[in-house]
């Protein structure tokens, strides 16, 4: 891999979009070599997933507009295809996965973000969807994952209007979780992915299966997928564990780690 590096720290798998001389902004290069990395991950031992940029600058800037100011319409739509198969494929992973916002997160890196279950940022980190500006709509999914993340009229002010915000009003309006100095940014994430790991990863993963399925779905239909999701659930060696610890009234057993099974 010449753009992506990716490391695994205990049950946490580290995801660094690295083309720092161009603010991680994303080419095709980069985004066959997320869609590798991903196919690679082992869903056997990584429980959550961290996306981050590389450098102090830039989380991902945004696509490249030197790849795209030659398209044709037939190849714009293809490059838009090709960028949302990677971020539906990040949004639909089995396991969670956490963006580190570090710096400029612009077009394409709002975008993939947005992707992310859970984005948290630091202080000096930039959103925006300036794509108007340049005479395009946002292509990797930003017309509707903003819309639904932050409301439509939020969405299409930012949109319409190509503005960048700041910090702390993407966690005003919702778009992040929480707002950290950037020199701690990275200890909050690996934090919050060893809290997600060291839980059932079964439970886990069919939460977020529920939460994603659910949100597309009529309430009446919603509550039937998570229905069935919980009684998944159960049988399971992490249910009867978590169970049977918990109704355990000694406690004196040290608890061991989930299973996955």
Same mark, same amino acid.
């Given at each position: 891999?010449?753009?992506?590096?990716?490391?695994?720290?205990?049950?946490?798998?580290?995801?660094?979009?690295?083309?720092?001389?161009?603010?991680?902004?994303?080419?095709?290069?980069?985004?066959?070599?997320?869609?590798?990395?991903?196919?690679?991950?082992?869903?056997?031992?990584?429980?959550?997933?961290?996306?981050?940029?590389?450098?102090?600058? *830039?989380?991902?800037?945004?696509?490249?507009?030197?790849?795209? *100011?030659?398209?044709?319409?037939?190849?714009?739509?293809?490059?838009?295809?090709?960028?949302?198969?990677?971020?539906?494929?990040?949004?639909?992973?089995?396991?969670?996965?956490?963006?580190?916002?570090?710096?400029?997160?612009?077009?394409?890196?709002?975008?993939?973000?947005?992707?992310?279950?859970?984005?948290?940022? *630091?202080?000096?980190?930039?959103?925006?969807?300036?794509?108007?500006?340049?005479?395009?709509?946002?292509?990797?999914?930003?017309?509707?994952?903003?819309?639904?993340?932050?409301?439509?009229?939020?969405?299409?002010?930012?949109?319409?209007?190509?503005?960048?915000?700041?910090?702390?009003?993407?966690?005003?309006?919702?778009?992040?979780?929480?707002?950290?100095?950037?020199?701690?940014?990275?200890?909050?994430?690996?934090?919050?992915?060893?809290?997600?790991?060291?839980?059932?990863?079964?439970?886990?993963?069919?939460?977020?299966?529920?939460?994603?399925?659910?949100?597309?779905?009529?309430?009446?239909?919603?509550?039937?997928?998570?229905?069935?999701?919980?009684?998944?659930?159960?049988?399971?060696?992490?249910?009867?564990?978590?169970?049977?610890?918990?109704?355990?009234?000694?406690?004196?057993?040290?608890?061991?780690?989930?299973?996955?099974?």
């Amino acid at each position: 891999m010449e753009f992506v590096l990716y490391e695994v720290k205990g049950q946490v798998g580290i995801i660094t979009i690295s083309r720092e001389k161009a603010l991680n902004a994303l080419n095709s290069a980069v985004l066959d070599e997320l869609d590798k990395t991903l196919d690679a991950v082992d869903l056997d031992t990584v429980r959550c997933l961290i996306l981050t940029g590389a450098g102090q600058k *830039s989380f991902v800037a945004g696509a490249d507009i030197g790849e795209m *100011s030659t398209l044709t319409k037939a190849e714009g739509e293809a490059f838009g295809k090709k960028g949302n198969d990677v971020f539906r494929k990040l949004e639909v992973f089995p396991i969670p996965v956490i963006a580190a916002v570090n710096g400029f997160a612009l077009g394409g890196g709002c975008e993939i973000s947005m992707s992310c279950d859970i984005r948290i940022c *630091s202080d000096n980190a930039v959103f925006g969807q300036p794509e108007v500006g340049l005479g395009i709509t946002p292509g990797f999914g930003g017309t509707q994952r903003l819309a639904r993340l932050v409301g439509p009229g939020i969405a299409k002010q930012m949109i319409y209007t190509a503005r960048n915000i700041k910090a702390d009003e993407a966690l005003r309006i919702g778009l992040v979780n929480a707002v950290y100095p950037q020199e701690e940014l990275m200890a909050a994430a690996e934090k919050m992915a060893a809290g997600i790991a060291k839980n059932a990863p079964i439970a886990v993963r069919n939460c977020k299966k529920a939460i994603n399925d659910g949100l597309e779905a009529g309430m009446d239909d919603a509550i039937v997928i998570e229905e069935k999701l919980f009684g998944d659930c159960f049988e399971t060696e992490d249910q009867k564990y978590g169970m049977a610890f918990f109704l355990d009234k000694n406690k004196e057993k040290v608890k061991e780690p989930f299973q996955n099974k």
